[in-house]
Protein backbone atom coordinates (compact mmCIF):
# COMPACT_ATOMS: atom_id res chain seq x y z
CA UNK A 1 0.00 0.00 0.00
CA UNK A 2 2.78 2.39 1.00
CA UNK A 3 4.54 1.93 -1.90
CA UNK A 4 1.38 2.76 -4.60
CA UNK A 5 1.62 5.67 -2.72
CA UNK A 6 4.84 6.68 -3.24
CA UNK A 7 4.18 6.16 -7.23
CA UNK A 8 0.59 7.76 -7.03
CA UNK A 9 1.82 11.14 -5.93
CA UNK A 10 4.02 10.75 -8.59
CA UNK A 11 1.21 11.28 -11.47
CA UNK A 12 -0.26 14.62 -11.08
CA UNK A 13 3.87 15.73 -10.27
CA UNK A 14 4.50 14.44 -14.47
CA UNK A 15 1.80 16.51 -15.57
CA UNK A 16 3.98 19.53 -14.44
CA UNK A 17 5.48 19.63 -18.08
CA UNK A 18 3.28 18.50 -20.35
CA UNK A 19 0.28 21.24 -19.07
CA UNK A 20 2.78 23.87 -19.85
CA UNK A 21 3.57 23.01 -23.20
CA UNK A 22 0.20 21.69 -24.16
CA UNK A 23 -2.24 23.59 -22.48
CA UNK A 24 -2.06 27.01 -24.49
CA UNK A 25 -1.85 25.24 -28.15
CA UNK A 26 -5.00 26.62 -29.15
CA UNK A 27 -3.47 29.91 -27.98
CA UNK A 28 -0.95 30.14 -30.47
CA UNK A 29 -2.58 32.05 -33.08
CA UNK A 30 -4.01 34.45 -30.63
CA UNK A 31 -1.01 35.14 -28.50
CA UNK A 32 1.39 35.62 -32.15
CA UNK A 33 -1.55 38.04 -32.78
CA UNK A 34 -1.12 39.58 -29.17
CA UNK A 35 2.40 39.86 -29.37
CA UNK A 36 2.60 41.47 -32.71
CA UNK A 37 4.74 38.14 -33.90
CA UNK A 38 4.31 35.34 -36.62
CA UNK A 39 3.54 31.95 -36.08
CA UNK A 40 7.13 30.66 -35.91
CA UNK A 41 8.01 33.23 -33.41
CA UNK A 42 5.30 32.32 -31.21
CA UNK A 43 6.41 29.03 -31.34
CA UNK A 44 9.29 29.39 -29.37
CA UNK A 45 7.55 29.61 -26.34
CA UNK A 46 7.96 25.78 -26.71
CA UNK A 47 11.34 25.53 -27.54
CA UNK A 48 12.36 27.91 -24.66
CA UNK A 49 10.67 26.11 -22.02
CA UNK A 50 11.80 22.99 -23.54
CA UNK A 51 15.36 24.20 -23.74
CA UNK A 52 15.26 25.39 -20.00
CA UNK A 53 13.86 22.54 -19.00
CA UNK A 54 16.72 20.15 -20.08
CA UNK A 55 19.11 23.03 -19.34
CA UNK A 56 18.65 23.37 -15.57
CA UNK A 57 18.69 19.55 -14.75
CA UNK A 58 22.37 20.66 -14.91
CA UNK A 59 22.48 22.16 -12.01
CA UNK A 60 18.98 20.86 -10.19
CA UNK A 61 20.32 17.09 -9.96
CA UNK A 62 23.20 17.32 -7.73
CA UNK A 63 21.69 19.71 -5.77
CA UNK A 64 19.37 16.80 -5.12
CA UNK A 65 21.73 14.57 -4.36
CA UNK A 66 23.01 16.55 -2.66
CA UNK A 67 20.03 18.55 -0.49
CA UNK A 68 16.84 15.49 -1.49
CA UNK A 69 14.30 15.38 -3.91
CA UNK A 70 11.65 16.78 -1.61
CA UNK A 71 13.12 20.44 -1.11
CA UNK A 72 13.76 20.53 -4.80
CA UNK A 73 10.26 19.60 -6.19
CA UNK A 74 8.48 21.75 -3.80
CA UNK A 75 10.85 24.40 -4.80
CA UNK A 76 9.75 23.92 -8.17
CA UNK A 77 6.43 24.22 -7.77
CA UNK A 78 6.69 27.26 -5.92
CA UNK A 79 8.58 28.64 -8.98
CA UNK A 80 5.79 27.00 -11.31
CA UNK A 81 3.13 28.90 -9.71
CA UNK A 82 4.62 32.45 -9.89
CA UNK A 83 5.66 32.06 -13.23
CA UNK A 84 2.56 30.93 -14.46
CA UNK A 85 0.41 34.28 -12.51
CA UNK A 86 3.55 36.39 -14.27
CA UNK A 87 3.27 35.18 -17.67
CA UNK A 88 -0.78 35.99 -17.53
CA UNK A 89 -0.26 39.57 -17.32
CA UNK A 90 2.37 39.83 -19.83
CA UNK A 91 1.85 41.46 -23.48
CA UNK A 92 5.18 41.12 -25.38
CA UNK A 93 6.99 38.05 -26.60
CA UNK A 94 10.51 39.00 -25.37
CA UNK A 95 9.21 39.08 -21.86
CA UNK A 96 6.95 36.41 -22.34
CA UNK A 97 9.94 34.51 -23.22
CA UNK A 98 12.08 35.35 -20.52
CA UNK A 99 9.64 34.02 -18.07
CA UNK A 100 8.85 30.86 -19.68
CA UNK A 101 12.29 29.84 -19.35
CA UNK A 102 12.01 30.38 -15.62
CA UNK A 103 9.00 28.42 -15.83
CA UNK A 104 11.24 25.63 -17.21
CA UNK A 105 13.47 25.63 -14.28
CA UNK A 106 10.99 25.21 -12.28
CA UNK A 107 9.24 22.35 -14.07
CA UNK A 108 13.00 20.63 -14.69
CA UNK A 109 13.26 21.05 -10.66
CA UNK A 110 9.97 18.84 -10.46
CA UNK A 111 11.04 16.30 -13.19
CA UNK A 112 14.54 15.52 -11.71
CA UNK A 113 13.07 14.92 -8.10
CA UNK A 114 10.22 12.65 -9.49
CA UNK A 115 12.67 10.92 -12.10
CA UNK A 116 15.36 10.48 -9.53
CA UNK A 117 13.20 9.37 -6.84
CA UNK A 118 12.20 6.51 -9.23
CA UNK A 119 15.84 5.22 -10.11
CA UNK A 120 16.24 6.22 -5.68
CA UNK A 121 13.13 3.21 -5.37
CA UNK A 122 13.26 0.80 -7.77
CA UNK A 123 15.48 -1.60 -9.99
CA UNK A 124 15.58 -1.91 -14.23
CA UNK A 125 13.12 -4.11 -15.13
CA UNK A 126 10.65 -2.47 -12.11
CA UNK A 127 11.52 1.49 -12.91
CA UNK A 128 10.65 0.39 -16.46
CA UNK A 129 7.12 -0.80 -15.53
CA UNK A 130 6.83 2.85 -13.01
CA UNK A 131 8.02 5.24 -15.89
CA UNK A 132 5.71 3.38 -18.50
CA UNK A 133 2.88 4.28 -16.11
CA UNK A 134 4.22 7.93 -15.71
CA UNK A 135 4.56 8.06 -19.48
CA UNK A 136 0.46 7.07 -19.78
CA UNK A 137 -0.53 9.64 -17.02
CA UNK A 138 2.01 12.14 -19.25
CA UNK A 139 0.26 11.55 -22.06
CA UNK A 140 -3.32 11.83 -20.66
CA UNK A 141 -2.26 15.09 -20.82
CA UNK A 142 -1.68 15.62 -24.52
CA UNK A 143 -5.13 13.82 -24.34
CA UNK A 144 -6.87 16.29 -22.77
CA UNK A 145 -4.66 19.72 -22.21
CA UNK A 146 -5.73 20.78 -25.69
CA UNK A 147 -9.70 20.30 -25.35
CA UNK A 148 -9.35 22.23 -22.01
CA UNK A 149 -7.08 25.08 -23.33
CA UNK A 150 -9.48 25.89 -26.57
CA UNK A 151 -12.48 26.46 -23.90
CA UNK A 152 -10.12 28.57 -21.57
CA UNK A 153 -9.11 30.93 -24.47
CA UNK A 154 -12.30 31.02 -26.13
CA UNK A 155 -14.51 32.04 -22.92
CA UNK A 156 -11.51 33.77 -20.83
CA UNK A 157 -8.95 34.89 -23.29
CA UNK A 158 -5.34 33.42 -23.57
CA UNK A 159 -4.13 34.37 -20.04
CA UNK A 160 -6.74 31.76 -18.42
CA UNK A 161 -4.56 28.93 -19.33
CA UNK A 162 -1.42 30.14 -17.49
CA UNK A 163 -3.93 31.37 -14.41
CA UNK A 164 -5.28 27.46 -15.01
CA UNK A 165 -1.76 26.39 -14.51
CA UNK A 166 -0.95 28.67 -11.42
CA UNK A 167 -4.16 26.90 -9.84
CA UNK A 168 -2.97 23.30 -10.81
CA UNK A 169 0.26 23.95 -8.72
CA UNK A 170 -0.94 25.68 -5.79
CA UNK A 171 -3.27 22.47 -5.21
CA UNK A 172 -0.81 19.90 -6.04
CA UNK A 173 2.05 21.76 -4.16
CA UNK A 174 -0.16 21.10 -1.39
CA UNK A 175 -0.94 17.34 -2.16
CA UNK A 176 3.21 17.38 -3.17
CA UNK A 177 4.02 18.81 0.94
CA UNK A 178 1.86 16.25 2.13
CA UNK A 179 3.16 13.16 0.80
CA UNK A 180 5.67 13.16 -1.53
CA UNK A 181 8.44 12.15 0.80
CA UNK A 182 12.04 12.00 0.42
CA UNK A 183 13.93 9.01 -1.46
CA UNK A 184 17.30 9.79 -1.55
CA UNK A 185 19.11 7.93 1.29
CA UNK A 186 22.74 8.89 0.84
CA UNK A 187 22.08 12.44 1.87
CA UNK A 188 24.80 12.46 3.87
CA UNK A 189 27.65 10.71 1.65
CA UNK A 190 27.04 13.29 -1.14
CA UNK A 191 29.25 15.75 0.31
CA UNK A 192 30.63 17.81 -2.84
CA UNK A 193 27.26 19.18 -5.40
CA UNK A 194 29.26 19.32 -8.83
CA UNK A 195 31.56 16.65 -9.07
CA UNK A 196 32.59 16.50 -12.67
CA UNK A 197 34.09 12.99 -12.01
CA UNK A 198 30.07 12.12 -11.21
CA UNK A 199 29.34 13.50 -14.75
CA UNK A 200 32.15 12.14 -16.30
CA UNK A 201 30.86 8.14 -14.58
CA UNK A 202 27.79 8.75 -16.47
CA UNK A 203 28.74 10.08 -20.02
CA UNK A 204 31.61 7.30 -20.95
CA UNK A 205 29.06 4.63 -20.09
CA UNK A 206 27.77 3.47 -23.44
CA UNK A 207 24.55 2.39 -22.26
CA UNK A 208 23.36 5.92 -21.09
CA UNK A 209 24.13 7.18 -24.18
CA UNK A 210 22.63 4.71 -26.49
CA UNK A 211 19.36 4.85 -24.57
CA UNK A 212 19.50 8.05 -23.75
CA UNK A 213 19.92 9.11 -27.79
CA UNK A 214 16.68 6.75 -28.31
CA UNK A 215 14.66 9.03 -25.52
CA UNK A 216 16.32 11.88 -27.09
CA UNK A 217 15.19 11.55 -30.70
CA UNK A 218 11.40 10.68 -29.49
CA UNK A 219 11.39 13.80 -27.25
CA UNK A 220 12.25 15.69 -30.71
CA UNK A 221 9.96 14.10 -32.41
CA UNK A 222 7.16 15.10 -30.30
CA UNK A 223 8.28 18.84 -29.54
CA UNK A 224 8.08 18.91 -33.85
CA UNK A 225 4.83 18.03 -33.95
CA UNK A 226 3.03 19.70 -31.17
CA UNK A 227 5.31 22.96 -32.70
CA UNK A 228 4.29 22.60 -36.00
CA UNK A 229 0.78 21.01 -35.99
CA UNK A 230 -1.29 24.15 -35.23
CA UNK A 231 0.09 25.91 -38.14
CA UNK A 232 -0.25 22.75 -40.47
CA UNK A 233 -3.71 22.56 -39.62
CA UNK A 234 -5.07 25.74 -39.89
CA UNK A 235 -2.71 27.27 -42.64
CA UNK A 236 -1.69 24.18 -44.87
CA UNK A 237 -5.32 21.85 -44.19
CA UNK A 238 -7.29 24.77 -43.76
CA UNK A 239 -8.85 23.13 -40.67
CA UNK A 240 -10.21 24.73 -37.53
CA UNK A 241 -8.71 24.07 -34.15
CA UNK A 242 -11.59 21.62 -33.55
CA UNK A 243 -9.69 19.85 -35.99
CA UNK A 244 -6.63 19.88 -34.57
CA UNK A 245 -7.64 18.98 -31.16
CA UNK A 246 -9.04 16.07 -32.11
CA UNK A 247 -6.14 14.34 -33.96
CA UNK A 248 -3.90 15.75 -30.99
CA UNK A 249 -6.31 13.64 -28.50
CA UNK A 250 -6.38 10.15 -31.01
CA UNK A 251 -2.86 10.64 -31.13
CA UNK A 252 -1.92 11.13 -27.34
CA UNK A 253 -4.99 7.92 -26.70
CA UNK A 254 -2.66 5.65 -29.10
CA UNK A 255 0.57 6.74 -27.26
CA UNK A 256 -1.86 6.09 -23.96
CA UNK A 257 -2.78 3.21 -24.24
CA UNK A 258 0.88 1.60 -25.55
CA UNK A 259 2.35 3.23 -22.03
CA UNK A 260 0.07 1.19 -19.74
CA UNK A 261 0.03 -1.89 -21.94
CA UNK A 262 3.88 -1.71 -21.15
CA UNK A 263 4.32 -3.51 -17.60
CA UNK A 264 2.12 -5.91 -18.78
CA UNK A 265 4.77 -6.84 -21.94
CA UNK A 266 7.46 -6.22 -19.66
CA UNK A 267 5.92 -9.29 -17.77
CA UNK A 268 5.61 -11.77 -20.37
CA UNK A 269 8.91 -9.97 -22.96
CA UNK A 270 12.34 -8.84 -22.67
CA UNK A 271 12.87 -5.41 -22.57
CA UNK A 272 15.22 -5.70 -25.37
CA UNK A 273 12.97 -7.31 -27.46
CA UNK A 274 10.15 -4.35 -26.96
CA UNK A 275 12.74 -2.00 -27.70
CA UNK A 276 13.55 -3.58 -31.16
CA UNK A 277 9.92 -3.49 -31.77
CA UNK A 278 9.15 -0.16 -31.03
CA UNK A 279 12.18 1.03 -33.28
CA UNK A 280 10.97 -1.10 -35.95
CA UNK A 281 7.61 0.57 -35.76
CA UNK A 282 9.12 3.72 -36.17
CA UNK A 283 11.60 3.30 -39.01
CA UNK A 284 8.39 1.84 -40.98
CA UNK A 285 6.81 5.08 -40.38
CA UNK A 286 9.68 7.07 -41.66
CA UNK A 287 8.89 5.27 -44.79
CA UNK A 288 5.32 5.70 -44.91
CA UNK A 289 6.15 9.24 -44.51
CA UNK A 290 7.63 9.07 -48.13
CA UNK A 291 5.12 6.51 -49.81
CA UNK A 292 2.22 9.08 -48.52
CA UNK A 293 3.70 12.30 -48.76
CA UNK A 294 2.07 13.02 -51.87
CA UNK A 295 -1.56 12.12 -50.73
CA UNK A 296 -1.79 15.41 -49.10
CA UNK A 297 -4.50 14.62 -46.90
CA UNK A 298 -4.61 15.28 -43.09
CA UNK A 299 -6.20 11.48 -42.45
CA UNK A 300 -3.22 9.73 -44.04
CA UNK A 301 -0.25 12.47 -41.94
CA UNK A 302 -2.02 11.59 -38.36
CA UNK A 303 -2.14 7.90 -38.87
CA UNK A 304 1.41 7.97 -39.95
CA UNK A 305 2.35 10.30 -36.91
CA UNK A 306 0.30 8.29 -34.93
CA UNK A 307 2.11 5.01 -35.54
CA UNK A 308 5.16 6.65 -35.28
CA UNK A 309 4.35 8.21 -31.99
CA UNK A 310 3.27 4.75 -30.63
CA UNK A 311 6.53 3.16 -31.49
CA UNK A 312 8.02 5.68 -29.77
CA UNK A 313 5.87 4.77 -26.38
CA UNK A 314 7.16 1.93 -27.03
CA UNK A 315 10.75 2.65 -26.35
CA UNK A 316 11.01 5.51 -24.36
CA UNK A 317 9.66 4.19 -20.33
CA UNK A 318 12.17 1.12 -21.32
CA UNK A 319 14.67 3.52 -22.48
CA UNK A 320 15.02 5.52 -19.14
CA UNK A 321 14.75 2.82 -17.10
CA UNK A 322 18.00 0.96 -19.14
CA UNK A 323 19.62 4.94 -19.13
CA UNK A 324 19.65 5.69 -15.84
CA UNK A 325 19.77 2.29 -13.93
CA UNK A 326 23.50 2.11 -13.68
CA UNK A 327 23.61 4.84 -11.64
CA UNK A 328 21.48 4.38 -8.13
CA UNK A 329 24.21 6.22 -6.19
CA UNK A 330 24.59 9.46 -8.13
CA UNK A 331 20.55 9.03 -9.92
CA UNK A 332 20.02 12.89 -9.88
CA UNK A 333 23.45 13.42 -11.77
CA UNK A 334 21.95 11.08 -14.13
CA UNK A 335 18.71 11.92 -14.56
CA UNK A 336 20.11 15.34 -15.36
CA UNK A 337 22.05 14.68 -17.74
CA UNK A 338 19.70 12.47 -19.27
CA UNK A 339 16.86 15.56 -19.17
CA UNK A 340 19.74 17.76 -20.78
CA UNK A 341 19.87 15.29 -23.45
CA UNK A 342 15.71 14.66 -23.93
CA UNK A 343 14.93 18.16 -23.60
CA UNK A 344 18.18 20.77 -24.52
CA UNK A 345 19.26 18.49 -27.30
CA UNK A 346 15.99 17.88 -28.60
CA UNK A 347 14.85 21.52 -28.67
CA UNK A 348 18.00 22.88 -30.33
CA UNK A 349 17.66 20.01 -32.85
CA UNK A 350 14.15 20.77 -33.65
CA UNK A 351 14.76 24.64 -33.65
CA UNK A 352 17.62 23.67 -36.32
CA UNK A 353 15.50 21.79 -38.92
CA UNK A 354 12.93 24.03 -38.59
CA UNK A 355 15.62 27.04 -39.39
CA UNK A 356 16.28 24.54 -42.24
CA UNK A 357 12.28 25.32 -43.57
CA UNK A 358 11.95 21.74 -43.70
CA UNK A 359 8.30 20.69 -43.94
CA UNK A 360 6.47 19.19 -40.85
CA UNK A 361 6.13 15.59 -42.85
CA UNK A 362 10.56 16.07 -43.71
CA UNK A 363 11.04 16.66 -39.94
CA UNK A 364 9.13 13.63 -38.84
CA UNK A 365 10.62 11.81 -41.50
CA UNK A 366 14.27 12.79 -39.93
CA UNK A 367 13.71 11.47 -36.49
CA UNK A 368 12.32 8.51 -37.74
CA UNK A 369 15.28 7.49 -40.06
CA UNK A 370 17.38 8.66 -37.35
CA UNK A 371 16.24 5.49 -35.49
CA UNK A 372 17.52 3.33 -38.12
CA UNK A 373 21.20 2.99 -37.58
CA UNK A 374 20.68 2.37 -33.90
CA UNK A 375 18.60 -0.31 -34.88
CA UNK A 376 21.03 -1.89 -36.79
CA UNK A 377 23.58 -1.63 -34.35
CA UNK A 378 21.52 -3.45 -31.63
CA UNK A 379 20.54 -6.14 -34.11
CA UNK A 380 23.64 -6.69 -36.43
CA UNK A 381 26.99 -6.14 -33.88
CA UNK A 382 27.07 -8.63 -30.90
CA UNK A 383 30.15 -6.54 -29.66
CA UNK A 384 27.98 -3.03 -29.46
CA UNK A 385 25.37 -5.26 -27.85
CA UNK A 386 27.64 -6.21 -25.22
CA UNK A 387 28.61 -2.69 -24.52
CA UNK A 388 25.31 -1.78 -23.73
CA UNK A 389 24.69 -4.33 -21.82
CA UNK A 390 21.97 -5.92 -23.95
CA UNK A 391 20.79 -9.52 -22.30
Known sequence: MKQFRSIAILFPLVMFSPLAIDIFLPALPTMANVFNANAVHAQWSITVFIFSLGLGQLILGPISDRIGRRPVVLFGIILYLLTAFVISQVNTLPLHLVVRFFQGLATCAIVVGVFASVTDRFNAVESSKVYSYLNGVLFCVPALAPILGYH??????????????????????????KGFEESNLTLKKNKTIFAIASYKQVLVTPSFIYYS?????????????????????????????????????????????VSFLMPKLLEKHSINGIIRFGMAMVVISGFLFIGLSHLDDVI????????????????TGTCVGKALAPFKANAGVATALLGVIQMSVSALLVTSLQALSLSAVEQMMVYSFAVLPLLMLKVFSPKFRASIGYT
Open 300 to 315: YYMLTVILCSMGFAFV
Open 152 to 177: LTSTFGWQSNFIFLGLFALVFGLVAY
Open 213 to 257: TIVMLSMASITAFVSTAPNLFAEHYRLPAETFTFWFSINAVAIIA
